[in-house]
């Protein structure tokens, strides 16, 4: 505990030296009524991460790419590892976050298969790259290779982190496994910058981000992932960006998605659209084996 305090102190004294990978909720409103108080901003204490919402006493959903690398669980996300969240709108400092233990983490079974497919693969690619590259080149090849999402779009990208420690300040909200439709009002939530214009000044100056929220509509819901307007499709809608993964996308107060990805992120700080992981169609499509509830039981 004390070693990934002193990390995490470390981290805010060099925030403002180093790129960080998270970024934000595009076009929304800050939570300044904490009105999504269960929605927190997820770190291992390395490095600004993703969001994540409490679901029970001892369970924050987020994004299974959150929580994983190369193929397979992150070192930083096995059991016994410590992570850190903070439910406050716009957290600066250590204190602001809670440490809490990894008991286990929950990868839907279709997610977890394709892991572990791409784990072969990508030791199978690996090894016809060493006989290719070299130098530079190999580095970015292998690089780009372990941070490749692209099984997310087509397999459920969603976890659940079961932890040691209670989180009493932190309210818990429930999930909604009735199906989505098209043209339902939702609402998207998701920490970081609002902005990706000024972006190294904003980092300076709120290293992990606000609290964001805003509401959208269901454009297309498909067995494994559902699509929302953004900004550039329908102007004053909201639009996610990578920091926002792991969010959760709320009907009437209940979680219906787990932000996921957007397509046609601009400069103008909007997106096309916006991808997030349906969780009423677990276990609808034929490569899925377990249901909504089931996996939330």
Known sequence: MRNSLRKLRLLWALCSLCPLSAVALLGGQTDTLDGFSAVVALTPGEKPHCSATKIGAHAFLTAAHCVTRAGNLDDAFQPGRQIFV????EPRMPAD?????ITHVQLHPSYRDALNRFSSYREQQIQDYRKRYAGDDLARRIRL????PHF?????????LFVREPTDAIPAVEVDCTPLHQDDAVQIVGYGDDSLKNIKQVRKTSPFGRRHWGDTQVIRVDPVNF???GGLMRPGEASLSPGDSGGPVLRSGRVVGVNGSVYGLSHL???????????SGLGTDAGQRMGCREFFR
């Open 86 to 89: 903070s439910n406050q709108v």
């Open 145 to 148: 290779l372990e941070v490749s």
């Open 152 to 160: 997310t779009s087509r397999f459920p990208d969603v976890a659940i």
């Open 227 to 229: 699509y929302t307007y």
């Open 97 to 101: 976050f809670t440490g809490l233990t």
């Open 269 to 279: 700080d909007a997106a096309r659209s916006n991808m997030s992981v349906n969780l």
